[in-house]
């Protein structure tokens, strides 16, 4: 089921206030996606902890409407 | 909120599985794309690990997602610990932190075939 990409960088912004959402659709099929998620928020944590964050934004729809969303995370830019 | 049998399963599996790949089909024959991505990654390290094909299992395939507060498959365990999905795997592949960590944690690695 596809969800449009704004829909998934408002979401993330949203749950993460200040961070920065760069996103890919993968496949052009609204349902393949790969985002870059950039937040001071993440620093000293692990990267698990860093994709819960992300998940815990979406609020759920990650493995449920969205179903692929490769994630890379970090605390600034490299 | 599954049931507590299952959290209960859960935790023995990953207490008997020094290496443990929970994962939408299995070793040999891999589902989806995400857990082939994984074992792969485990394959070229020469990690031995033992895979739980959840689309058999769906009490453990909601299970799992609530156990480890992560909503998709496949999900690596080493020596009880969550790693990660598959893009954390991915990147600590590429960046050689991963075999540096079954290092660390005292896991064996072969050589790749």
Redesign the interface.
Known sequence: MPMPAEDIVRLIKEGIPGAEVEIQDLAGDGDHYAATVISPAFAGKSKVQQHQMVYGALGGRMGGVLHALKLTTMAQRP | MSDPQVFERIRDEIGRNEVLLFMKGTPVFPQCG?SAAVVDVLSQLGVKFHGINILVDPELREGI?EFS????IPQLYVKGE???????VR??FETGELETFFKEKGVALADAA
């Open positions: 995400f997602k507060q992560w909503p998709t969550f790693v990660g999905g598959c893009d954390i990147e600590m």
